[in-house]
């Protein structure tokens, strides 16, 4: 048998969140702003760990997918998907772009160094391509001054037959957690963007939904929204549920009890002793460890699910494994069901608040050694 433990991916969850999307921008729309923007799912990272195969299934009604591994891109053409693909980061060397001219791959173009490669490329059928600016993370991005120049660039390349349609795009850096911030990194945006045409793209997951930003940017062309950790069933937001966003977990990892001990009072449990028993308890051993992919700064009080009770980790999460307080689940045995995160269990987002860090971070972390099941 093998070790007891998966994460089982739902298809209905990953098509119920970018439903509950779609429907929030269609409730967002005003009589000057009729039409929600088009939809690109971001499915950078595998996904977001749930995988691209299945992510390309799901997300069948976006409007199109956006990621940054050239290879994950050719995986969704092979798949079928024949709607735009968008590469968020764009292309890394000349090399790349006969690829992204044989899969129609659309790219970011966010350095000079990149429109240099253009400038020498010829390829078969002009690519598309969004022009990428800096407002503010300081990541990505030609700055506000080399803006105009850098997009005259590229509407150069289309007069010369390089490139197809050319639009705008930026990123928030704190659309999760300061409207004032976003407000102001968005007036740059509208500012640089004024007058240059073409479709843009500016919001990632916390900008789509929240309400009345997307409706706020200027548009005569059309709007691409990029939604990512709302499709899976995680928040953006700090201060907001998933569940509260409407969105169900895509993910659940889940494993069972491989041990049930009896431990006296004054005992430690697991390396380090980091917990000891106030008194005579029931604990159990669940087959999940960091090598899982399961933060290890999880510590005591972590929640967790015992056959459908909710507990709490105790203890260090070791390699392999970790140690659940069977206290409120006295009827917990070897082989009792044990949610870490998803249906049934805590949101991936409780354990990484738990763990000092996000949802993002533990959904993208699963192991490949953790097996997948798909479930419709
Ligand atoms: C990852 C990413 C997104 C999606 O971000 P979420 O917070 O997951 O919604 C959007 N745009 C860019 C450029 C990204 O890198």
Request: proline residues 7%.
């Amino acid at each position: 048998m093998p070790r007891p433990i998966s994460a089982t991916i739902s298809l209905s969850s990953l098509r119920h969140n970018l439903r509950a999307v779609a429907t929030q921008l269609e409730q967002a729309c005003t009589r000057s702003r009729p039409a929600r923007p088009n939809i690109w799912a971001v499915i950078k990272a595998n996904a977001y760990g749930h995988g691209i195969d299945q992510a390309v299934s799901a997300f069948a009604q976006a409007d199109g997918l956006a990621m940054l591994d050239l290879n994950e891109a050719v995986r969704c053409r092979e798949l079928g998907w024949t709607k735009p693909i968008l590469l968020l980061e764009g292309f890394f060397e000349p090399g790349d772009i006969p690829v992204l001219d044989e899969y129609r791959l659309a790219t970011a173009l966010h350095c000079q160094e990149q429109l240099d490669m253009l400038a020498a490329a010829k390829p078969a059928r002009p690519l598309d391509a969004f022009v990428k600016l800096n407002v503010g993370m300081n990541r990505l991005g030609f700055s506000q001054e080399a803006y105009p120049d850098a997009y005259r660039q590229a509407l150069d390349a289309r007069e010369r037959g390089v490139l197809n349609l050319v639009g705008k795009m930026s990123h928030f850096a704190r659309a999760d957690d300061d409207a004032v911030v976003t407000g102001q990194q968005l007036d740059v945006f509208n500012r640089v963007a004024a007058g240059l045409p073409g479709r843009f793209s500016v919001c990632n997951s916390a900008a789509t939904l929240t309400p009345g930003l997307w409706t706020t940017v200027p548009c005569d062309e059309a709007q691409w929204v990029r939604p990512g950790i709302c499709l899976y069933g995680a928040s953006p937001f700090a201060d907001r549920s998933a569940a509260q966003l409407g969105l169900l977990p895509a993910m659940t990892l889940a494993a069972r009890l491989i041990s049930v001990r009896d431990i006296p009072q004054g005992a430690g449990v697991g390396y380090g002793h980091t917990f000891m028993a106030q008194g005579p308890m029931r604990i159990g051993i669940v087959a999940c460890g960091y090598a899982d992919g399961y933060p290890r700064h999880a510590g005591t009080g972590t929640p967790v699910t015992v056959d459908g009770v909710r507990t709490q980790l105790i203890g260090r999460v070791s390699m392999d494994m970790m140690a659940v307080d069977l206290t409120p689940v006295p009827q917990a045995r070897v082989n009792s069901p044990v949610v870490l995160w998803g249906h049934g269990g805590p949101s991936v987002d409780e354990v990484a608040q738990a763990a000092g860090t996000i949802g993002y971070e533990l959904l993208c972390a699963v192991a490949p050694r953790v097996p997948r099941a798909i479930i419709d």
